[in-house]
């Protein structure tokens, strides 16, 4: 096992920086990965918020598409927020855009309508450690409408879930790097280190 694994976050487009800060403060060494050679040095790799048609285009773009499958494929560990989930999502819902499609999961882009841009909800999250809430920060998110029987509930709010793993997958419709509070990534960094 290794002490201080290496977490990419995938910079193509998105809050990267805020992702690399938040996979240093819960004890990963991380570093931004925009090729094949930096997909091939890390342990565990998480894609950020953003806008996930961006994202895909260029993960097709770049030829990052089916490496980054196989790594998954092999068992790498991948946290997706947000776009990063869209991009994970087996289905969204009238959707054909380029995506990993890895998580057995259908998702509905920006689901809390353009009159909610962006709100936050303390949700409580015992599978991740402590007692107090999470402070989940939603920005155009997506909602999780439909899991399959593999995939586990992490968190949720009355509408579905907001956090959910499936194997060496984890993946949320919320932004745990714009808090101070490392429990998700730290969460991740373990998934990583048991792998
Ligand atoms: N609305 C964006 C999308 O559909 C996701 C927003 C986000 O990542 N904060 O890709």
Do not use: W
Request: net charge negative.
């Amino acid at each position: 096992m290794v002490t201080q694994p290496r977490i990419g976050v995938l910079a193509l487009q998105g809050d990267v920086p805020e992702h690399l800060h938040a996979l240093g403060e819960a004890g990963a060494q991380a570093v931004a990965v925009k090729t094949l050679a930096g997909l091939a040095a890390v342990d565990g790799l998480v894609i950020p918020g953003g806008e996930s048609t961006t994202i895909g285009m260029l993960l097709e773009r770049y030829g990052l598409m089916a490496p980054l499958r196989e790594r998954i494929a092999a068992g790498m560990p991948l946290y997706g927020t947000c776009a990063g989930l869209i991009l994970m999502a087996r289905e969204v819902e009238g959707s054909e855009q380029p995506r990993l499609g890895c998580m057995d999961i259908t998702v509905r882009r920006n689901a809390y309508g353009r009159q909610v841009d962006s709100f936050e909800v303390d949700v409580p999250a015992p599978e991740l450690g402590g007692t107090n809430p999470l402070r989940a920060v939603f920005i155009r998110a997506p909602q999780i409408t439909a899991i399959g029987p593999e995939v586990r509930i992490l968190a949720e709010m009355p509408n579905g879930p907001i956090l959910v793993r499936q194997g060496s997958l984890l993946g949320g419709t919320f932004h745990p790097e714009m808090t101070e509070d490392r429990r998700v990534h730290a969460y991740f960094r373990r998934m990583v280190q048991e792998q």
